[in-house]
């Protein structure tokens, strides 16, 4: 198995855990020096501001610290940030691919690291505490930011990313049952149980933020022979071949999802939480060093589930590294430009 791939396992394995141990596990992460964390190491890329970049070099003699968590989409933006913050002319120190959410999140808070992408329902249920998502996604960012403020993280406007559960079918299957939305899947569930078929993972089986959940919420009646338990990367290659099962769990960013073709089925009852990506960044930084939030204004509202899904698939279908991607995509939008 790729560490790629063991990123992505690694993220479907600890979303959403239960409050009361993650706040366990936070008390417990405060207290061990280090908290999991990796010694870092300098960026060192020759940068400038691209011609839709913030212009000028704002942060000339910051000496600024980005982390992330372990999966590939995380690594992606933790070094779209550090490249970012060296064309604005800071130093940058590398302290992504941290194990866990716990880890990144301490690092920030701490100060350990001054700035990382985090996910606005991970803030809202796994950090804080929260059992029911936000349906409206700018409202669910607002009581983060507003709340986690407390913790001394200020949480920048979120991007259009929005990396959340989802279930989705190949090309043959959508074309002959027509589904489009998961009420459409509702209904041919109650017409006729037997026609469909799910493979996924096991936690999302077992969740109620997951499959059991998602079937209340829409009165789905597919017989319980009829869900597949299997592994995150198998669960896609099932999905696309279409004889094991009719649709199948996926992360909307997911580049498997295009490079295999399957159709995202949408979440018209807006059931599952909003995952939108947005800068967190420590308090103390942002007010040493204000200029962040300007420079990472543009590059965020650059950010959607079209350009995830293409720059995860780049890293984990095409065995792209994560820097090269990220560096990339800012040349090509023209946010930095090399030289």
């Known amino acids: 198995m790729s ?16 409050a009361a141990l993650l706040a366990t596990a936070l008390l417990a992460c405060t207290a061990l020096s280090g908290c999991g964390l990796v010694s870092g190491s300098a960026m060192s890329d020759d940068v400038s501001p691209g011609p839709d970049g913030y212009p000028g070099r704002p942060l000339e003699g910051a000496q600024l610290t980005v982390t992330s968590k372990e999966f590939t989409e995380q690594i992606v933006l933790g070094q779209i940030m550090g490249i970012v913050f060296e064309a604005a002319g800071a130093t940058v120190i590398d302290k992504t691919s941290i194990q ?27 950090y804080l505490g929260h ?14 930011r507003d709340e986690d403020a407390k913790n001394g993280i200020v949480w920048l406007p979120p991007s259009k990313l929005n990396n959340t559960y989802a279930l989705a079918l190949n090309t043959a299957h959508q074309k002959k049952l027509g589904l489009h ?5 509702a209904r041919l569930s109650r017409k006729s149980p037997g026609a469909l078929s799910m493979c996924v993972e096991n936690e999302f089986s077992a969740r109620n933020d997951g499959y059991p959940g998602m079937a209340r919420a829409y009165g789905m009646k597919i017989p319980p022979a009829n869900i597949r338990r ?20 996926v992360f909307t960013t997911d580049g498997r999802i295009k490079a295999m073709q399957l159709h995202v089925l949408a979440d018209d009852k807006h059931f599952f939480p909003n995952y939108n990506a947005a800068p967190a960044i420590n308090s103390a930084s942002l ?4 200029k962040i939030a300007e420079v990472l204004a543009p590059i965020t509202k650059a950010l959607d589930n079209t350009v995830a899904q293409r720059l995860n698939r780049q ?12 560096l990339d995509w800012l040349v090509e939008a023209g946010f930095v430009k090399e030289g």
């Open 181 to 185: 939305t998961l009420s459409d899947v």
């Open 100 to 126: 866990g959410s716990i880890g990144a999140r301490e690092a920030v808070k701490s100060g350990t690291a001054d700035a990382t992408y985090e996910y606005t329902g991970t803030g809202w249920i796994t």
């Open 131 to 144: 059992a029911k998502p936000i349906a409206d996604p700018h409202k669910q960012w607002q009581v983060v």
């Open 230 to 249: 299997m592994t995150g990367g198998v669960v896609y290659t099932e999905t696309a071949k279409g004889s094991t099962c009719t649709l199948g769990e």
């Open 287 to 290: 007010k040493k060093h204000p």
């Open 315 to 326: 890293v984990d279908v095409d065995g792209q590294d994560p820097h090269k991607v990220a």
């Open 3 to 18: 560490i790629q791939r063991k990123h992505r396992n690694h993220r479907q394995q600890s979303r959403l855990r239960r």
